[in-house]
């Protein structure tokens, strides 16, 4: 399968814990999406990477969010100190240049206990 | 700020029955619009895309979507509907001079035999 994928698909963490979830890109693809979607919601952008550079972050995402692409192939997007707002689908989409269609992961799901 | 909606949050279809899903963006410059498709227990999936051109466009599964400009609207299309297409759908649109996508919060298609 060459599509976007993600790991873990779950996450189950208490309040407080670092999480991790990284994302790989169709090969190829230099640019490199991250979206949140909460149910009953549309995915919300949170921010996005051309090669390794972040080049725009979401008010969305906290200073508790950090995300990577140090080779610009795959992403990591890490939040720390989790909360229970922090719950949801965590979506990474990616495409081949600006403007073009963003294909999407399966997402990971984050529960805060 | 750009914003799109979706005003049927869900719609329930018997078989064969035509249907047609409402979505209105706003953003007065040049815009790439999107349908994407989340079948149960799958990921987004692009059902098709208008970036420039004939405005009827059409998608797979027999899905077309006719870009009205002066109303700001995208909205989708289907003459006979299939118990398979029950899904969420969700509007998106592409502001050009960023690369974010904008969804809607989605529409609920049930489809009953």
């Known amino acids: 399968d060459t599509g976007v994928s993600q790991n873990p698909r779950h996450k189950i963490t208490k309040r407080g814990q670092n999480v991790t979830f990284r994302c790989d890109p169709i090969?190829?693809?230099?640019?490199l999406y991250w979206y949140r979607q909460t149910l009953g919601q549309g995915p919300e952008f949170l921010t996005y990477?051309?090669?390794?550079?972040?080049?725009?972050k979401s008010r969305l995402l906290s200073d508790r969010f950090s995300a990577e692409r140090p080779k610009g192939s795959f992403s990591t997007l890490e939040i720390q100190r989790t909360e229970q707002g922090d719950s949801a689908m965590y979506l990474c989409?990616?495409?081949?240049?600006?403007?073009?269609?963003?294909?999407f992961g399966p997402g990971t799901r984050l529960t805060v206990l | 700020a750009q914003s799109v909606s979706q005003h049927n949050h869900h719609v329930i279809l018997s078989e064969a029955a035509s249907l047609e899903l409402g979505c209105n963006y706003s953003?007065?410059?040049?815009?790439?619009l999107f349908w994407y498709v989340q079948y149960p227990g799958q990921h987004l999936q692009l059902l098709l895309k208008?970036?420039?051109?004939?405005?009827l466009v059409k998608g797979i599964k027999g899905f077309e979507a006719e870009f009205i400009k002066s109303k700001f609207s995208f909205n989708l299309r289907k003459p006979s509907v299939q118990w398979s297409d029950t899904a969420e759908y969700f509007c998106?649109?592409?502001?050009?001079?960023?690369?974010?996508?904008?969804f809607g919060t989605g529409t609920r298609l049930q489809v009953f035999p």
């Open positions: 989409a990616s495409s081949l240049g600006g403007g073009d269609t963003q294909y």
């Open positions: 090969s190829e693809h230099n640019r």
């Open positions: 990477f051309q090669n390794e550079a972040q080049l725009e």
């Open positions: 953003y007065g410059g040049t815009v790439n």
């Open positions: 208008y970036f420039s051109g004939d405005p």
């Open positions: 998106a649109v592409n502001v050009l001079n960023t690369d974010k996508l904008i």
